[in-house]
Structures are given as structure tokens and as C-alpha cells.
């Protein structure tokens, strides 16, 4: 029995001035550093094999400060063969190095025009009912974004592709991502329905916890 641990992003200084950040690369806050390094530690005791984030430096700089409280280095592979080559030393991994995957697939949902307002301006701007059908429906994008379900249909294909191969390799996987790239994820793990999926909230900084046994998944309480 092996384990998927996915983790949200602590808060980032744009979560803390109530901003939507979708792919703006905006850093995490002083909260946010002190909730991944307490994730850091709840995860401390779990032996982390190989590990998954996005292309946004909030979800790395989570990873990274778990993983340092392991006392491991993530070496990132890359997905062009010549950066790949170039980019590791000739050993590969050397002892409580574990390699680590970055793609856009898991980046946070993209917000287009609403990226870096403030929330509370955006409903001033375009009335609450609007804001509110736009961050909470499942297929309704926000000008020039994506819906949730444009990220479950991005983000989905790379988990099957790409992290649960891992998880059938016996390996425990941590995913350090977003709210909406492991809603998706959470989706298609536990079957939710398009319906319910939205009233989901995922903490900052707070590991989900699967068990992962012959193909299938049981989440840990």
C-alpha cells in the first residue's frame, strides 16, 4: 500500500489581499510559508518518493519547504530531452534526492480579466451574483478564463499520464499544487458529481491524504 498526498499551496500575498491570482506567479505570504512548514511537519514521518507541482513558484515554494524538512532535495526533470540531459549531475540522484515533475497541467484555474482584482471590486464592478456564478459554477468561464471544468480537462489527462503510473510503481506521490487543479483531481479520485464539486474548499496547506491498493483509491481521515 503506497500513498497520494496532495497538498494546496500555503497562502500566497495574493490570497492575503483577497486578489484572483489564477497564473499570475505571485510568491506565498508570511502565513502562507508558516502553513507549508506546517504541513511540512505533519508530513514529516512520510516517506516522499517522488513529487508533482505546477509551473507557479506558491505551490513550488510549498514543495520545497516539505521537502526540506525531510532533509531531501527535489531534483526537477524536464520535459525537453536536451534540458533534461544538461540539467542533472551524472549520478543522477544522489542520496534524499527525489525527482520532481513540473507541469502546467496542475497550474491554478486561469482567471483571464479578473486576474490581480481584488474580489471585493470585481463584485462592485460586475455585481456579486455575476462573481459569484463565475467562481463557484462548474462550466462557466470568467472573460477570457477558464471553468473549473476546462481545468478538470486539462489537469485530468497529465494525473492518468503521468502520476498514477507512479502510484502502480508502489511509489508515495505528493502534488503540490492549487484549489482548483486538485478539485479536479478530488473529482475524478472520488466520482463528485459537476453539481457538487463546486461546494468543495480545499485549506491552504493542509495534505488529503489517499491510500492507493490495486488500482484504487481510499481517502484517509
Given at each position: 500500500?503506497?500513498?497520494?498526498?496532495?497538498?494546496?499551496?500555503?497562502?500566497?500575498?495574493?490570497?492575503?489581499?483577497?486578489?484572483?491570482?489564477?497564473?499570475?506567479?505571485?510568491?506565498?505570504?508570511?502565513?502562507?510559508?508558516?502553513?507549508?512548514?506546517?504541513?511540512?511537519?505533519?508530513?514529516?514521518?512520510?516517506?516522499?518518493?517522488?513529487?508533482?507541482?505546477?509551473?507557479?513558484?506558491?505551490?513550488?515554494?510549498t514543495?520545497?519547504?516539505?521537502?526540506?524538512?525531510?532533509?531531501?532535495?527535489?531534483?526537477?526533470?524536464?520535459?525537453?530531452?536536451?534540458?533534461?540531459?544538461?540539467?542533472?549531475?551524472?549520478?543522477?540522484?544522489?542520496?534524499?534526492?527525489?525527482?520532481?515533475?513540473?507541469?502546467?497541467?496542475?497550474?491554478?484555474?486561469?482567471?483571464?480579466?479578473?486576474?490581480?482584482?481584488?474580489?471585493?471590486?470585481?463584485?462592485?464592478?460586475?455585481?456579486?451574483?455575476?462573481v459569484?456564478?463565475?467562481?463557484?459554477?462548474?462550466?462557466?468561464?470568467?472573460?477570457?478564463?477558464?471553468?473549473?471544468?476546462?481545468?478538470?480537462?486539462?489537469?485530468?489527462?497529465?494525473?492518468?499520464?503521468?502520476?498514477?503510473?507512479?502510484?502502480?510503481?508502489?511509489?508515495?506521490?505528493?502534488?503540490?499544487?492549487?484549489?482548483?487543479?486538485?478539485?479536479?483531481?478530488?473529482?475524478?479520485?472520488?466520482?463528485?458529481?459537476?453539481?457538487?464539486?463546486?461546494?468543495l474548499?480545499?485549506?491552504?496547506?493542509?495534505?488529503?491524504?489517499?491510500?492507493?491498493?490495486?488500482?484504487?483509491?481510499?481517502?484517509?481521515?
Amino acid at each position: 500500500m503506497n500513498y497520494l498526498i496532495l497538498v494546496r499551496h500555503g497562502q500566497s500575498r495574493w490570497n492575503l489581499e483577497n486578489r484572483f491570482t489564477g497564473w499570475v506567479d505571485v510568491p506565498l505570504s508570511e502565513k502562507g510559508i508558516r502553513e507549508a512548514m506546517d504541513c511540512a511537519t505533519e508530513l514529516e514521518n512520510m516517506e516522499i518518493d517522488v513529487a508533482f507541482t505546477s509551473k507557479l513558484i506558491r505551490a513550488q515554494e510549498t514543495l520545497f519547504l516539505i521537502l526540506a524538512k525531510q532533509k531531501k532535495s527535489g531534483v526537477f526533470l524536464h520535459e525537453s530531452k536536451k534540458r533534461d540531459e544538461w540539467s542533472h549531475h551524472p549520478s543522477r540522484f544522489e542520496e534524499n534526492e527525489i525527482p520532481v515533475f513540473s507541469n502546467d497541467a496542475l497550474n491554478e484555474r486561469f482567471y483571464g480579466e479578473l486576474q490581480g482584482q481584488n474580489k471585493q471590486e470585481a463584485r462592485g464592478k460586475f455585481g456579486e451574483e455575476q462573481v459569484f456564478i463565475w467562481r463557484r459554477s462548474y462550466d462557466i468561464q470568467p472573460p477570457g478564463g477558464e471553468s473549473l471544468k476546462d481545468t478538470y480537462e486539462r489537469t485530468i489527462p497529465y494525473f492518468k499520464e503521468a502520476i498514477i503510473p507512479q502510484l502502480e510503481n508502489e511509489k508515495n506521490v505528493l502534488v503540490a499544487a492549487h484549489g482548483n487543479s486538485l478539485r479536479s483531481v478530488i473529482k475524478y479520485i472520488e466520482n463528485i458529481s459537476d453539481e457538487d464539486i463546486p461546494k468543495l474548499e480545499l485549506a491552504t496547506g493542509k495534505p488529503v491524504y489517499y491510500q492507493f491498493e490495486n488500482g484504487k483509491f481510499t481517502k484517509e481521515e
